[in-house]
């Protein structure tokens, strides 16, 4: 069984950046894709990017717009997220997630942003951005 860890969260103004991070332990054979997600209050989980843990493809949901960048160190078995020009819209708890589950889309396997597709999840960390 995989645990999840992450980090990182905080508060920050508009326009600022944070970087948050998700330490993987335990038994993480089979996890082909590791994600991250969040949940502002009031609203259902969405998420905000993925990457294969195997060949390193990411994908980000359409409301990044270039402001985020998902990365890993596979050595250290830990997931980042860079997150610069927060918004406002951007307040909410993101959660790390680990999954076996790659889809075939178009012309190769994927690793997309369905809560159904993970089996691991963090706790969360807490991202409040102010005006």
């Known amino acids: 069984q995989v645990q999840l860890v992450e980090s990182g969260g905080g508060s920050v103004q508009a326009g600022g950046s944070l970087k948050v991070s998700c330490a993987a332990s335990?038994?993480?054979?089979?996890?082909?894709?590791m994600g991250w997600f969040r949940q502002a209050p009031g609203k259902e989980r969405e998420g905000v990017a993925t990457?294969?843990?195997?060949?390193?493809?990411?994908y980000d949901a359409g409301f990044v717009k270039g402001r985020f960048t998902i990365s890993q160190d596979n050595a250290k078995q830990t997931l980042y997220r860079q997150m610069n020009s927060l918004e406002n819209e951007d307040n909410a708890i993101y959660y790390c997630a680990a999954g076996p589950t790659t889809r075939w889309v178009g012309d190769r396997w994927m690793c997309l942003v369905r809560v159904g597709d993970y089996n691991a999840w963090g706790q969360g960390t807490q991202v409040t951005v102010s005006s």
């Open positions: 335990g038994y993480t054979y089979g996890i082909n894709c």
């Open positions: 990457i294969s843990t195997g060949g390193g493809s990411t």
